[in-house]
């Protein structure tokens, strides 16, 4: 069955009160935008700082990151106008409210308040509703309200949970944020800790979130999916491996992120989108039951919105008796979970060369914060001191990184040629040519790194800007997405080379193409003392705040 043609604009109910020029103007509107024709569309968004759009993702204020979303989105699908209200507001000012249908199914609709400008009818403001999503395939895997109820009552009672696309569910499969791996993959015959452990404390699993293709990226895109929203800054990239489960918290869709942390995976999309991120101590949490991307790395961690919450989630997973050891096989971690129960010094040691491979606008937005804080009466003592060049941790790290992801998935790519993006495969073509030899010389070179960040913690806790600078706009190139990528993971990969719980917090406002964004501050402290970290950035956030009230 054929989709009706458009309606004429002269027979769409109230389009014949719309004075001619206004009706051209919204006409060449609405065809541009179908076309996803950039340069109409940036000629009709009228110019300057004030002009704004809203939809569900969000407010974009100012011509120069309205045309920065635009670029990246792509056209929108087919539609039809139903109908159109006019309200004259002036001689050269119309408030225009469309109602489209599209072709798809589902109706929508627009808000705009043009204005004549120059004699040329440009919109000034816009705010979109789009059709109902009845699930957000970026985001999840599979959805319910909820698709399993944890415990009525316990310390997490009352939370949702997305669970990352990597760790098993008794009679789900694990996908991996790939298709063909998910098609291949068998039902799960149990829960893995990380999960039942959760649900056991009264949290419900609000759904299976989304992952970067084998947790084998730091950006948040995905071929096959599509690529989640940016919870905090509309037309941004979300952050991975991690998306899923990061999107999801930060649009308010569930209050806990279950998560993991190789290289950052935790840590990036919790600075990209205003969240709280814990990467626990590398073997703390048990990973039965998790697919692996470098054992050597992967750890744990969880996304929430705030910090009470994720103190909550950390005192009761972290807790002596919250693992059943029957259940995690973790009876001889008993006693592992270390000084957590003793405050960590007020005493920071920022790293020399991390602030220093950090964007002009998070150096100085970091500098600000450390000043406000030697200004306040609980001021901390803050060091300065190297950890050497970054470099060093990241070249070794990505080998073993890489030696470990072919060993774990190495099989299954050969056995399906093409069924990876293109990054990812790239990836993984560098890591099937790591060697024995490469491998061993590189986990050489990591001993003595491992031990000198872990001395930088040994009275005191590091404090670094998480990630260089704020998300980046969707849509880049890969030369560009990788060079931030990169970039990111010279800045992340100390904490993972130390095994040492790293916890990033939503401290930092940084100007971006986009608008004001979220980055944020990276504390990391000894390992086992995860419980402790998050008290002591709590306490860090509460004397930020004050600064600023």
Known sequence: MTEPAPLPPAVIPGAEGVP???????????????????????????PGPDTLRGDAAGLLIGHDAISAFRGTRGGVAPRTIERIEH??????????????????????????????????????????????????????????????QGAWDGALAGLTVAVKDLFAIKGYRIGAGNPAFLDSARAETTTAPAVSDLLRAGASLRGIARTDEFAYSIAGDNVHYGTPQNGALPGALPGGSSSGPAAAVATGQCDIGLATDTAGSVRVPASYQGLWGLRTTHGLVPRQGLLPLAQSFDTVGWLTRDGDTLQRVADWCLSYDSFDPAESGAASDRGRWGESGTDLPWRFVVPDEVLAAAEPSTRDAFEALLARLAATAEAPVVERASIGDLDDYLVPFRT???????????????????????????????????????????????????????????????????????????????????????????????????GLPALSAPLLTVASTLGPAPVGVCLVSREGTDIALVRLARRLAGVVAATVS
Not at 107 to 127: N, P, S, V
Not at 455 to 465: E, F, R, S, T, W
């Open 400 to 498: 073993v990184q890489a030696a470990e992801a072919w060993r774990n998935n190495g099989a299954w790519i050969r056995e399906h040629p093409g069924a990876v993006g293109p990054a990812v495969a790239e990836r993984f073509a560098a890591a099937a040519d790591v060697t024995a030899e490469d491998e061993a010389s590189a986990r050489a070179l990591l001993t003595p790194l491992r031990e000198r960040v872990r001395d930088l913690v040994h009275g005191a806790v590091l404090l670094l800007p998480t990630v260089p600078g704020p998300a980046p706009v969707r849509g880049q190139s890969g030369a560009g997405i990788d060079a931030v990528r990169i970039a990111t993971l010279r800045m992340t990969s100390p904490a993972a080379v130390g």
């Open 20 to 46: 001619l020029d206004l009706l051209a103007a919204f006409e060449l509107y609405e065809s541009a935008i179908i076309a996803d024709d950039i340069e109409v569309l940036d000629a009709t968004f009228a």
């Open 87 to 148: 309200r004259a507001l002036g001689t050269d000012a119309a408030l225009l409210v469309s109602v489209s249908r599209y072709a798809g199914g589902g109706r929508g609709l627009q808000t705009q308040l043009w204005q004549r400008i120059d004699g040329a009818w440009c919109i000034t403001a816009a705010h979109v509703s789009p059709r109902a999503q009845p699930l957000d395939r970026t985001v999840w895997r599979t959805v319910g309200d909820p698709l399993w």
